[in-house]
C-alpha cells in the first residue's frame, strides 16, 4: 500500500499545481501547508489522520483553493485502501461544498468507482455518466482528459455499455478513454490496441456497415501496434462477404487499399504490405467455401511457441465466424474436430461449441468433456461460465462487472463478440474503390 501511496503523491501535487494556476492570473503557487502536509502523511499511510485534516481545514478554511482538490485525493485514497464508506463521504463533501467546480465533477466520478467496488453497479454507472458529462462541460480546454478520475470514468462506462450491448454509447465512451499514467513503449501500445479494439467492436455492432468499413480501412494505417491488425482484416472481409461484394474486396486487397490511407499513415514495409494483402486474399478466400473442413483445418497446427503468421489469425477469425453462423450444418464437424485435435486449435473449436446454442451442440459438449483430459474439461467449465457471465451482463445492467472473465478472451484467444450478428446490410451498398 505504502508503494502505491508514493505513486500517487506527485500526480496528485501536480494536478493541484494545475488548478491553482487556472484558478488565479498569477503564477501557479507551491503546494499549500495543507497540500503539503497531506502528502507527508500519505508516505506513512496515516489515513484517518488526513481525512480528519481536510474536514478540519474545510471547517476553517473552504476558500483555500487547493483544498477541493486535496480533499478528492484523500477520498481516493480512502477509496484504494477500501474504505470505502468514507470515501464517498468525503467525495459527497467536496460535491456539496463545491458545485459547479472540476473537483466535484472528478468527485462524482470517484463516487462511481467506490459504489461500483460496493458492489451496486447501477448506482456506480448512473454516477459516470453525471461526472464524465460534468467534467466535460466544466474542465478547462487544455485541462481535458489529463486525469485518471475522468479518463478512469469513461473506460468504466465503455466497458458497461459493451456488455450490456449499448454500442453506440460504448464506441463514444472508447473514444474519450485517453489515460494518463500509461507509461511507454508496452504500455502505450497495449493503450491503444485496446482503444483501437473497442472502437472496432462498438462500431460494426452500432452500424452503418459503411461507417464500419470506412474505419476499418483507415484503421490499417496507423500501423501493427496500435490496432489489432487481425481483426480489422477480418472485419472488412465479413462487412464484403455479408453485402456480396468479396469481388471488390479483393480487388481493393490487390491494390492495398492505398486510396483510403490517411495522411498520417505509418508508411508499411514491402514485406509488411505483402503479408497484410496475403491475409486479406487467405479470409476472402475462406469466406467464399462451403466446405466447413476448409474452415476446421483453420485451427489445425496451432503452435503458441511460435509467432503465428497474419493470414493464419484472420483465416480463423473466418472461419469460427461462419462456423458459428451456419451452427446447424456445422455443430457436428466442430465437435468431432474438437475432440481429435489435442492441441491449442482443439480448445478453440471447443469454445465455438460452448457458444453454439442447439440442442446438438449442447449433447456433444456434455460428450466432449466426459471424453477430455482433466486442463481441456476445466477449460470447458470456464469457458461456460464466461458465456454465461455475457448473457446476463447483456440482460442486466445491475450486475456488478467481471469484464475480462465476461469477454472470453482470458484462455481462449476468441474475440466471441465479433462474431455476433451485426446490423444487416444491402448488398452492393460498401464503397468498391
Known sequence: MQCKLIWLIPAALCCLLFLAQHSAAQPAPKPSELAAKIGELAKYDKLNEAVALVRSQAEKDAADSQLPMTMVFVADWARASDRLDTSLELYGEVIQRFPQTLSAALATCGQGFALDKQGKHKE??????????????????????????????????????????????????????????????NGIDDYLSTRAYNVLLCQAHAGPASTTARLAREALACGSFST???????????????????????????????????????????????????????????????????????????DRSKPELFEDKVRRHVAAWKLLREQNETVSAVAIAARQ???????LLAELLVNMSTTEAKESLGRL??????????????????????????????????????????????????????????PGSLPSS
Open 369 to 426: 468433456s466426459r471424453n477430455s483430459t482433466p486442463n481441456r474439461r476445466k477449460l470447458i467449465v470456464e469457458l461456460t461460465q464466461q458465456r454465461d457471465l455475457r448473457l446476463k451482463k447483456s440482460k442486466n445492467a445491475s450486475l456488478t462487472s467481471e469484464t475480462k472473465q465476461a469477454r472470453g478472451t482470458v484462455r481462449s484467444g476468441l474475440p466471441m463478440l465479433f462474431y455476433e450478428p451485426w446490423p444487416s446490410i444491402e
Open 228 to 302: 489489432p491488425q487481425d481483426l480489422v482484416v477480418f472485419v472488412l472481409v465479413r462487412l464484403y462477404s455479408e453485402s456480396d461484394q468479396l469481388d471488390d474486396l479483393e480487388h481493393l486487397a490487390e491494390d492495398d487499399l492505398n486510396s483510403v490511407t490517411p495522411a498520417h499513415a505509418m508508411p508499411l514495409t514491402p514485406g509488411a504490405r505483402r503479408s497484410r494483402s496475403a491475409a486479406f486474399l487467405a479470409g476472402i478466400a475462406l469466406a467464399r467455401s462451403r466446405r466447413w473442413s476448409d474452415h476446421i483445418a483453420a485451427f489445425d497446427g496451432i
Open 124 to 185: 456506480g454507472v448512473a454516477a459516470w455518466e453525471r461526472g464524465v458529462a460534468f467534467y466535460s462541460a466544466v474542465a478547462p480546454r487544455d485541462f481535458k482528459d489529463r486525469t485518471n478520475l475522468a479518463s478512469g470514468a469513461w473506460h468504466a462506462l465503455g466497458e458497461h455499455y459493451v456488455m450490456t450491448r449499448q454500442w453506440s454509447k460504448g464506441r463514444r465512451a472508447y473514444l474519450n478513454w485517453q489515460p494518463v499514467d500509461i507509461g511507454c513503449g
Open 341 to 347: 485435435n489435442k492441441g491449442p486449435g482443439g480448445d
